[in-house]
């Protein structure tokens, strides 16, 4: 079975500041789909960013960019210029080709003002 | 609606009784997931809807959880005689597409007294 490993059960960041969070998975697939998700403390999962493996160039959306190692099967997850918004459980998942996603276990993100 | 919803947002039960959540995905989704997330813990996969079918059913940790989707959309995960390590936040997102993004909705907070 496919798992998806995030090492880092909580990180800090000064406000203003970037930080990286790190994820890894595990698969014989080639073809698959990875994303990031972020869970503030109301509960509501919501997407930050979304990276097909095929494609060799990383996705990038405004602050939020990835860097996907396909051959390392790693795909982290950038934050540039940190928010207090930013604060919030951030979950790696991946999804395989027979319709299943896999979470990993999240990073506490904690933004200090 | 413009998003998932789902219903109630708490429940709290006593040991033995059954439960039933229900998810109102959005209009034209044809995929729907249930996921549990234990307090401070990742997501992990119950079952996965393609229309009103379930291909896969291997999440459900036991014969007392089962889930019915009708007409392509409102779905039902019941759970029966409830027990204490069911409290859990019980998580239903829904694709317009398989590997599109996950649109989740609130939860239901499941507390077994």
């Known amino acids: 079975a496919q798992t998806v490993t995030q090492s880092q059960p909580e990180m800090s960041v000064q406000e203003a500041e970037t930080v990286t969070l790190s994820c890894t998975y595990d698969t014989s697939e080639s073809d698959y789909y990875l994303f990031w998700y972020k869970q503030p403390p109301s509960r509501q999962m919501i997407l930050v960013i979304r990276?097909?493996?095929?494609?060799?160039q990383n996705a990038t959306e405004n602050r939020f960019s990835v860097n996907f190692q396909k051959a390392a099967k790693s795909f982290s997850l950038k934050i540039s210029d940190s928010q207090l918004g930013d604060a919030a459980m951030y979950f790696c998942a991946y999804f395989d080709n027979f319709n299943k996603f896999y979470f990993g276990s999240g990073t506490k993100l904690n933004v200090k003002p | 609606g413009a998003g998932v919803s789902q219903s109630p947002s708490n429940k709290v039960t006593e040991k033995g009784k059954d439960v039933e959540l229900r998810c109102d995905p959005i209009s034209g989704h044809t995929a729907l997931y249930w996921y549990r997330q234990s307090l401070g813990q990742g997501l992990e996969f119950l079952i996965y809807?393609?229309?009103?079918?379930?291909?896969?059913k291997s999440g459900l940790p036991s014969d007392r959880f089962s889930a019915e989707r009708t007409g392509g959309s409102v779905s039902t995960l019941t759970i029966q005689r409830t027990q204490q390590e069911d409290s859990a936040v019980y998580l239903c997102?829904?694709?317009?597409?398989?590997?599109?993004?996950?649109?989740f909705g609130n939860g239901t907070r499941l507390t077994v007294t």
């Open positions: 809807f393609q229309g009103n079918s379930a291909p896969d």
């Open positions: 997102a829904s694709s317009l597409v398989v590997a599109f993004a996950l649109h």
């Open positions: 990276q097909e493996a095929y494609k060799q």
